[in-house]
């Protein structure tokens, strides 16, 4: 049996105001924003224009690596990494190989339906600029450098995953982290986060570590477990045809699904690593290595385990809840308000959640009603003054218009369901449907759910269920 070795690399993007060495905006969303309008000497590398820290992103740099549990460096040193790409006006990009930033962390994360704990090493994150972008059309090309200089944190852990599930709960973590503590959102399709996947196998039980393949730039949860999958068919079966496998670099065609090697690691081009002369080393100061410490906030792991042990939350609840911060804010402000915590996170889950999601580009902080209005919602049904089926009916008006529950409650007349005869509303039942009646009092009690139905279409949905029920039941015992 052969086992699945795989160790990852992980870049997330900084939201720091400007790039990463010179004072051009860090803004992101190249759809809109007009090709080579955010450039400056530095970004695009004019003769004599000299890169400069800026301090907001090596801030962000920090808090993500405590945030892994890394260990910060006291110093501050980059190198260069020379190679030639259109898109790469310096002809070298500026990393950290003998000084990362940040080294030797470790992250918690969940799999099996977040019933089983997996720890991964990080063995170092460091801190790095983006190339530019190629657009290629045609016969012609063209090179946007609105990108290029801006900051990015390259995440590395040792070869410890064993299987894809592992993988993308480890990527859904990072991606919790990075969002919680608000170093961006980390949007794989938006290219705030991309992963390259170093893939190898071996028998099961052996330490040596098998020929290892490298994936590159994969950008989403899926594709990166369908590319994994994939490369583990086709190592597997190389092997077992005799076949010998090489250390490479591999480009994933999702669609088609299969990979195609791009570049041989044996042959691959000499970086030529050497000190970046233009950024000497310089002393992290101690204090802003303790404010950010200070400013890490809970983990995505922490939060799932006290959402699953102190509320006997499962996946669907805790994942509904997490994933968007400004979510998340809103269950946890309930919860300090007194309201039963199920009862906050159940119609965020489902109603809220779906309306979002229909509604591209939507949060819950762009419903057109607030926390105020919802927390009066919760207050309505916790007080038994709304049936399940009514606040079904008042939530579906609230999304769509962002009326207050009081109008939409006078509006269909649910503040006057106390004048409602519930007797007379079961003798009616009883006698428009005998026949099941008879069916009920022969022992087949299964029909009182019909016969409530009945009863709350005789009161236009304005009675509490449970209260009709109760009615019914003690007519047709007596």
Not at 275 to 299: A, G, H, T, W, Y
Not at 301 to 319: A, D, L, W
Not at 365 to 381: C, H, K, N, S, V
């Amino acid at each position: 049996m052969m086992e699945l070795v795989v160790g990852l690399e992980v870049h997330v993007k900084l939201n720091s105001k400007n790039k990463l060495f010179c004072s051009c905006s860090n803004e992101q969303d190249f759809e809109t924003l007009s090709p080579n309008s955010n450039v400056c000497p530095v970004c695009t590398a004019q003769p004599g224009a000299l890169p400069v820290v800026q301090q907001e992103a090596l801030e962000k740099a920090i808090l993500l690596g405590k945030a892994l549990g890394c260990t910060i460096s006291p110093t501050l040193s980059f190198d260069r990494k020379s190679y030639f790409y259109p898109d790469l006006p310096t002809g070298y990009q500026i990393t950290q190989l003998h000084n990362p930033v940040s080294t030797d962390g470790m992250v918690n994360f969940f799999v099996n339906q977040f019933t089983e704990k997996k720890s991964v090493s990080i063995k170092q994150a460091h801190l790095e600029n983006d190339t530019g972008k190629a657009i290629h059309d045609w016969d012609k090309s063209y090179l946007d450098f609105n990108r290029a200089g801006t900051p990015l944190v390259e995440i590395v852990t040792n070869p410890d995953f064993r299987s894809d599930e592992e993988v993308v709960e480890y990527l859904k973590e990072i991606q919790r982290i990075v969002r919680i503590n608000d170093i961006w959102n980390a949007d794989m399709e938006k290219w705030q986060m991309r992963c390259d996947v170093n893939i190898s196998i071996r028998p099961a039980g052996s330490w040596e570590f098998g020929t290892r393949v490298e994936l590159k730039n994969i950008n989403s949860f899926w594709a990166i477990k369908r590319a994994i999958n994939h490369e583990f068919s086709r190592q597997k079966t190389a092997l077992e045809n005799w076949e010998t496998l090489f250390q490479e670099t591999r480009s994933r065609d999702d669609q088609a699904g299969s990979s195609t090697v791009m570049r041989s690691k044996e042959d691959a081009l000499d970086y030529r690593y050497f000190p970046e002369p233009d950024l000497p080393r310089k002393i992290i100061p101690e204090s802003m290595i303790f404010e950010q410490n200070k400013n890490v906030k809970e983990s995505g792991f922490e939060i799932i385990e006290r959402y699953t042990k102190n509320y006997q939350f499962n996946k669907e609840f805790v994942n509904g809840l997490i994933n968007d911060i400004p979510t998340m804010i809103r269950f946890e402000t309930g919860v300090r308000g007194w309201f039963e915590p199920k009862l906050v996170a159940k119609w965020i889950v489902w109603p809220i959640n779906g309306y979002i999601n229909q509604i591209s580009g939507r949060s819950i902080e762009t419903l057109p009603f607030g926390q105020t209005e919802y927390f009066d919602f919760l207050e309505a049904i916790a007080s038994k003054i709304l049936s399940e089926q009514q606040a079904k009916t008042v939530m579906d008006v609230m999304l769509k218009t962002g009326d207050t529950v009081k109008k939409i409650m006078n509006d269909h007349g649910f503040d006057q369901q106390e004048t409602i005869d519930l007797s007379q509303i079961a003798q009616e039942v009883a006698t428009n449907h005998a026949g099941v009646v008879a069916e009920y009092k022969a022992g087949k009690v299964a029909t009182i759910g019909f016969l409530v139905g009945q009863g709350m279409k005789l009161t236009g949905w304005k009675a509490d269920p449970n209260a009709i029920k109760s009615a019914l039941e003690q007519l047709l015992s007596s």
